[in-house]
DNA sequence: CTGTTAGCGCATTCAG
DNA sequence: CTGAATGCGCTAACAG
């Protein structure tokens, strides 16, 4: 009877919401104020040995656990970052996450990530969720906009520490990291021109658009370069000028180009997913790649060495560009570095697979 | 002069740091205290027309942001939830996300994602952390592990409404909502079963831990209902048992099937990142999809239908399982359900593509 | 309808 | 080395 009544209450109490335990528990038990505790916990100021393991010991039975709220009210550190991503479907996101998580665990930070889906209006609701949840710091690899802009410059007026990455941005004391998508661009069209091809299509922006993407600026310089002229017909893509290249967008941009008269040898797609699109095309269209048609993408994402054929790409340093900016922000946080903006362009490699060049 | 200098302050003042505006800012502009300003601004209690104007006139003059911080503190309500995810390189997580996102939104509470980057300590770590930052309530969406119910258990003592996504719990509380693999994978064995073949391959997971995928016992449940035997030499995948299955677990699975005596004439790939990655061996070993082996996959990512020749795979409802954990998350949160833990389970859609049907 | 009081949990400051 | 007082910004619970 007894025994069945005892675990009966057990499992009341274990069901039933405990409130957590409190550093005024903690203190409690080991017999000291909550400033005493506290200076336990947190190595700070001078404690006995003695003091500080009855502490230890009494946080460990309670299973007490800072309230991160309270610390941040009194001493204005929350000990997390916040990181805004465009989206998470991305293979960029999360190598990127990775590399700056790999920092800020380290120095005890957690890191929290918000998304923009790509919407101007979702992108201002996170910054400011994350401001109004006084995180210590920013990183946001959102791509530009005039609005988020704006936000980015009221942040930095609150003084909260922001680093940008693959978003340049002319905001006093954002320090930012991109890697060299110009160059990357130039590489891989240069690798096609030295594969003979002249006729070379961009998929992936509007011909309207072009000018303000980097990765179009290195493909057109690299033709002019080769002195071959930039045929407008062959530049195609969505015309709302998204943020982003989908498969859809390259499929659609290869079946344009291939119904041209003269159409291209060769294509180089902004993206990744832009090329995977435009091989599909490619094959249900009847074209051989590379035979009749040469396709390059860019981001090698995993799925590029497992496509038919294996795509030609270029690789940007995600991870590393996000343990740079964990880096530069960690400075701005703790102080290390409060000089004027910072900026770390990082290089990218072409990387050669089947989709350009035949076995 | 005059006008220089103030342009200069100006620009000072804009340049530093500015604290943000309080409530009692905005109380003392408005010529009212600091709780009447609360009152206005929450529509909670009632306050005169007069006075809720000149509150928001002022608030919105001073740029007046909430802290959440100070409001947790006070009223246990940080107005924001937390979503641990296993990792982001995956749609499934964008979709989810999405689905979540769209009921919290519209009910002025934040979301912020974690990762638990496929790691028990890491998941450990970021609910502890979500914890400790007094989220109202989390959505888990992690592969189940011993040590990660332990840690929701301890959540829910606590307290902290929890909903888990495609991870069935037995915890009190904690409600959960999954799509029914079983049957989708069984759909979709029983169509290449309906097609002619009887030698059927499973990639993606060890014989060993086989037993405990839902996706398997599918697979296995369509053959046995045919009167075909699970050949044990059909199943193939890499020998730790990972969450997930990866394009090289798919490249490596195909690779030792097709090297079998008798290999099989279809293949169902655990997940679609393993069935592009069988795709791949497969063309790489000569043999012709569907016509020599056919290839099916699982979660109609957005590139199965772009890969070739295009997938056959299964969809499952993810934004949907978002919302409808997103609904049953705010019922606990707002205390409109606080009965037994509801479990839903929702039906995946086959879908047919030439991957296993020669057009 | 509006103001006063008090306290959430913690860490900074100043005394012992 | 340890304790007591104080306040971060906000709101629940009472008074007026």
């Not at 993407?213 to 062959?234: H, S």
Request: some cysteine; aromatic content about 6%.
């Amino acid at each position: 009877m007894t025994t069945g009544q005892d675990s009966f209450k057990v499992n009341r109490r274990s069901a039933k919401a405990t409130r957590p335990a409190t550093l005024a528990d903690v203190a409690r038990v080991a017999g000291v104020v909550a400033m005493t505790a506290s200076r336990a916990l947190n190595q700070s100021g001078y404690v006995s040995q003695n003091v500080r393991q009855r502490v230890l010991k009494a946080a460990a039975k309670l299973e007490y656990r800072p309230n991160m709220v309270a610390r941040q009210l009194k001493s204005q550190r929350l000990s997390a970052i916040g990181v805004l991503l465009p989206d998470i479907a991305n293979p960029f996101s999360t190598e990127l996450v990775s590399g700056v998580k790999q920092v800020f665990d380290e120095s005890g930070y957690s890191t929290f990530i918000a998304l923009s889906s790509r919407s101007v209006e979702q992108e201002t609701a996170s910054l400011r969720a994350f401001a109004d949840h006084r995180v210590d710091g920013l990183i946001v690899a959102t791509r530009g906009t005039a609005m988020g802009d704006e936000v980015l410059r009221n942040l930095a007026r609150q003084g909260i520490p922001t680093v940008t990455i693959g978003r340049p941005v002319k905001i006093a004391g954002i320090d930012s990291v991109t890697a060299d998508h110009w160059q990357g661009a130039f590489d891989v069209v240069n690798h096609l021109i030295s594969l003979g091809h002249s006729r070379i299509g961009f998929i992936g922006i509007s011909p309207a658009d072009r000018l303000s993407l980097r990765r179009y600026q290195g493909y057109a310089a690299a033709l002019e370069q080769a002195g071959i002229a930039v045929t407008p017909a062959y530049t195609v893509g969505p015309p709302e000028a998204p943020a982003f290249a989908t498969q859809e967008d390259g499929f659609d941009g290869m079946t344009r180009l291939a119904d041209l008269k003269r159409p291209p040898t060769a294509v180089f797609a902004r993206n990744d997913f832009a090329a995977i699109g435009a091989l599909r095309a490619a094959h249900k269209l009847g074209l051989r790649v590379p035979q009749d048609v040469a396709i390059a993408g860019f981001d090698n994402i995993p799925l590029a060495a497992f496509t038919t054929p294996p795509l030609t790409t270029v690789e940007q340093p995600i991870a590393q560009q996000g343990s740079a900016a964990a880096k530069f922000l960690l400075d701005r946080i703790e102080k290390r570095y409060t000089g004027t903006a910072r900026k770390l362009c990082m290089p990218c490699n072409l990387i050669v697979r089947e989709s350009t060049t035949a076995i």
